[in-house]
């Protein structure tokens, strides 16, 4: 037996609660997982508060990602005993997910915990951190260098907004935050941000056209947010979008793109390549400041996991989660 955050369906409504469930009940798949650590990324606070109807199959564990060591398997590439990191590819939504003591899933999805990062690390981190790694190579990919100017991160004060102002001051780009919570501008210096500015100067619909400010781009908002971004895009600029905190909806015109030749670029952390999942693992494992991602982060019992949801789609958590399953 092993306890695990069980999301099952009442009528229309996702009822989520911490149960005792059984290893021999875990879903299929190639290589069982012990569990040590999850987290909770914006997802995970939608399934489990239902806000958003996003889980496909009940019952259902969430928990979109989790690090933990192999415990058996039956595919070539792990044996007992190595660690692992998975994010993504369906799991907390199709497949029982990280929210959870153990997990049994396919041996493709996962991929081995870098040399010299911890699984609480890789939590802290986790789908949020790996995804702003994911925005930081497509900008460098891009050919954003530090010279050429300042890059925005919107949602700052969530996870890939933290993690992003973190990784790109720790690169030498120059960062300026957007939040809508003025009182975390403090917290966005001490990561690396040299600029703060207010969400209501973005989150409003804006000119298609706007003085131009920004080299780059990391946007985990949308919606008018994303737009008024682009409008302000230097000539050239790169915009990676990965998220829609304000809204899936993107009311712009073709100016930006035509007239500055800004690029959009979307970044998709869920199904990407094994080749891709380990480069940006492994930049993390050396480019995070371990130090300064401790101080964002903080650790939750699984028992508090499904609080620790709603106040995540509130907007009321700074920084990162990390859930400690054993408790």
């Known amino acids: 037996m092993f306890k695990a955050i069980l999301i099952e369906k009442d009528g229309e409504q996702a009822k989520p609660r911490v149960a005792e469930l059984e290893k021999s009940g875990l879903p299929e798949g190639d290589v069982t997982v012990r569990i040590d650590y999850s ?20 019952p259902m564990v969430p928990g979109i990602d989790f690090a933990g060591v192999v415990e058996e398997t039956s595919n070539p590439r792990f044996k007992a005993g190595d660690g692992v990191i998975l994010n993504g590819f369906g799991v907390g939504e199709d497949h029982w997910g990280g929210l959870a003591k153990y997990a049994r899933v396919k041996g493709d999805w996962l991929i081995p915990l870098p040399e010299g990062m911890t699984a609480a690390h890789a939590m802290a981190l986790g789908t949020a951190g790996y995804t702003a790694m994911l925005c930081v190579m497509a900008l460098e990919k891009q050919g954003v260098t530090p010279d050429k100017g300042e890059i925005i991160v919107t949602g700052a004060g969530g996870g890939v907004g933290g993690v992003a102002v973190l990784l790109l001051s720790r690169l030498g780009y120059e960062v300026a935050a957007s939040t809508g919570r ?68 993107f009311r712009t015109t073709v100016a930006p793109f035509i007239l500055r030749g800004v690029v959009l670029v979307g970044i998709n952390s869920v199904y990407r390549s094994l080749a891709d999942r380990e480069e940006a693992w492994g930049r993390l494992a050396q480019e995070i400041d371990f130090a300064k991602l401790d101080g964002m982060t903080r650790t939750i019992p699984l028992s508090g996991a499904i609080d620790a949801a709603r106040d995540l789609i509130d907007g009321k958590i700074r920084g990162r989660l990390i859930v400690d399953v054993s408790k």
Not at 44 to 56: E, F, Q
Not at 216 to 235: E, F, I, P, Y
Request: include cysteine.
């Open 39 to 58: 987290t909770l990324n914006y997802k995970d606070g939608l399934a489990i508060t239902g806000k958003v109807p996003i889980i496909n199959s009940f």
């Open 182 to 249: 003025p009182e975390e501008a403090d917290y966005l210096r001490g990561l690396g941000a040299k600029t703060i500015i207010p969400r209501e100067e973005l989150s409003s619909p804006g000119r298609p056209l706007q003085k131009q400010r920004w080299a780059g781009a990391v946007d985990s908002v949308g919606s008018h947010t994303l737009a008024n971004v682009c409008a302000q895009m230097k000539d050239d600029g790169i915009v990676t979008a990965c998220g829609l905190a304000q809204g899936m909806d």
